[in-house]
Structures are given as structure tokens and as C-alpha cells.
């Protein structure tokens, strides 16, 4: 059985959510063409995603030299890792959800990477770098912006836009091919408000599309 894992790094207001409502658009295009599927849904926002941290780092150091010593603090702030770890190593296929902030992915959605990024889990180091472990799966990236940064005919900002580079590169490091890696840019309603409408629609037909062949 096949399993896809959306994970969710938007915050929650009352405004109107282009990344999330886009997200769900291509959540039940997928579900409608993919009925036996399994989808789970990682909320970051909805819950704390453990940082690495003090605490982290002193509980890592006492499981691997000194385990008696765990506290149940430490066992409890493991236990979160393995969860996380272990959910997404189980799936198949993967969508980040996110809105850019000042030309980078929000902090929970790196701190969440943060966590499942382990070595000789999801990747391995020879003498040319990193080997990726996770070859045959899928991932993509669905994030709005204010902005153009992908979409217009002059790439020049392109750059400005580390976040999608961050995953992407992140995404080909533990394994993924490059056919395999696909991104979903909902950009320029805030720069041209009266293409609001036009833009939103594009955005759903694109990941109507993409929620079919995923």
C-alpha cells in the first residue's frame, strides 16, 4: 500500500490561505485518483515539532554514552524523534505545504527537517558526500508567495527564493531523482491584486493536475 505524507507548515489565521487551500485541492484530486492510498497529514502548527536544542543534544549524548541515565524527559523528547523519523521513512511520497517568509521556508518546517534528516537513515556519507537512502519515492513542494520569484519571464530573483532550494536540494540528498521531484509556486497576488483571481485558479487547475499523476 502506498502512503503519502503531507506535511502542513502554515500558520493558522482567519485569512484566506493560498499554500493550504491549494494543498487541498491537490489532496482530493490525489485521494480521487488514488482511492486505496493512505494519506497522512503532519500538522507543524498544530503541534511543537522538537528543536535540536540543549536538551536535545545532552539526551543524544546520554543515550549513546551513559542510557541508564535517561530521564523521562529524555525518553519522552526521543521517543517524539523516532515518531517523526519513522512516519516518514514508512511513506512513499511526500508534499511540504508552506508560505514563503523573507525568501525562506517557515522555521517549523526547517526545524521538522531538522528532525527526520538523520544520517545512515535517510542518507550516508562516502568519500564524494552524501548517498542518498530513500531512491524511489516522491516528493513535492507546494508554496505561495506575495511575489513573483519562479513564474515571470525574468528569472533574476530567482534566487531570493532559498526555501524552495532548501527542499529540493534536502529532497535530492536523501535519494530522490530528479523526475521525481516536482514543485507547485502560487506567487504575484500581493504584486498584482487584480490578477488575484486568475492566479488562484491557475494554482487549482495545477494541482488538480499534479494531485492526478502524483
Known amino acids: 500500500m502506498t502512503t503519502l505524507l503531507m506535511i502542513l507548515a502554515h500558520p493558522h489565521t ?19 485518483e488514488h482511492p486505496f492510498d493512505t494519506v497522512i497529514i503532519r500538522d507543524l502548527f498544530s ?7 540543549n536538551e536535545t543534544f545532552a539526551a543524544w549524548k546520554r543515550n549513546k554514552y551513559a542510557p541508564d541515565t535517561l530521564t ?20 512513499d511520497k511526500y508534499v511540504f505545504v508552506n508560505p514563503m517568509y523573507n525568501g525562506f521556508v517557515t522555521a517549523e ?8 534528516a538523520v544520517p545512515r537513515k535517510l542518507f550516508r556519507y562516502n568519500e564524494n558526500g552524501p548517498i542518498g537512502l530513500l531512491k524511489g519515492k516522491k516528493s513535492l513542494h507546494i508554496q505561495s508567495a506575495g511575489g513573483f520569484y519562479h513564474n515571470e519571464k525574468d528569472p533574476a530573483h530567482m534566487a531570493e527564493d532559498l526555501g524552495a532550494a532548501y527542499i529540493d536540494q534536502t529532497m535530492k540528498m536523501i535519494g530522490i531523482a530528479d523526475k521525481d521531484r516536482q514543485q507547485l509556486f502560487i506567487e504575484g497576488y500581493a504584486r498584482y491584486p487584480e490578477r488575484a483571481d486568475s492566479l488562484k485558479e491557475k494554482a487549482f487547475r495545477d494541482a488538480i493536475s499534479l494531485g492526478k499523476n502524483f
Not at 14 to 32: G, I, M, N, R
Not at 72 to 90: C, I, M
Open 72 to 91: 523521562v524527559h529524555d525518553k519522552t523528547l526521543l521517543a517524539r524523534h523516532e515518531v517523526y523519523l519513522d512516519e516518514f521513512l514508512s511513506a
Open 109 to 116: 518546517l526547517k526545524q521538522y527537517i531538522d528532525v527526520i
Open 14 to 32: 482567519d485569512d484566506f490561505s493560498w499554500s493550504l487551500t491549494t494543498a487541498e485541492k491537490f489532496k482530493l484530486s490525489y485521494q480521487k
Open 47 to 53: 503541534e511543537k515539532v522538537p528543536a535540536l536544542d
